[in-house]
């Protein structure tokens, strides 16, 4: 049988690649749409994602999902959080790493909010990872953060695993499990 396409409002092959290994258990599959993705600010990752899937679904008038995510730095308050990508952009790990310098707790945790918008509304599915920041990235796959991402019960980072073993840990890998669990019982979006 041929996977279901549900659409997602992200060029990002990383997401769409890592999305797609849990989603293929559940018979879907994510296919790039093209539809510009509105953000409106807030700190909490769940109203972003929501807002931008509902501007996707107005745009393209099928069913969309979009996935945000985070990394919320306990000694730093939570940040960089939900603004994770922009400051990524702007200081990158390095800068991550130095504003880490010399700080013994180093523990934090990855989040990851998958909104799906249809016809009926906005489901939102969430996942977590907690974990510690490594002293200086290792490994050269994956992207963002994950270079500095050592997840609880593991010795490597992100960028060290294949998206498979990724996926068994990752926030965004337990995002889309809780949204397989909801198609298998409500079935496709409309």
Sequence with gaps: MEARVILIATTNKHKIEEINEVLQSCGYRVEPAAAS???VQSNRLEDVAAYAAI???????????VEDAGLFVEALGGFPGPYSSYVFKTIGIRGLL????????RRAYFKSVI???HSGGVE???????GVIAEKPRGDRGFGYDPVFIPEGSS???????????NKF???GKAARELCRWLRQYGPPR
């Design 37 to 39: 993705k509105l953000e």
């Design 55 to 65: 501007q996707a679904y107005l745009a393209l008038q099928r069913p969309v999902i």
């Design 98 to 105: 130095k504003l880490l310098e010399d700080v013994e707790n």
């Design 115 to 117: 909104a799906l918008a």
């Design 124 to 130: 939102v599915f969430t996942g977590t990872v907690h």
């Design 156 to 166: 490597k980072t992100f960028a060290e695993m294949e998206t498979q073993e990724k």
């Design 170 to 172: 990752s926030h965004r």
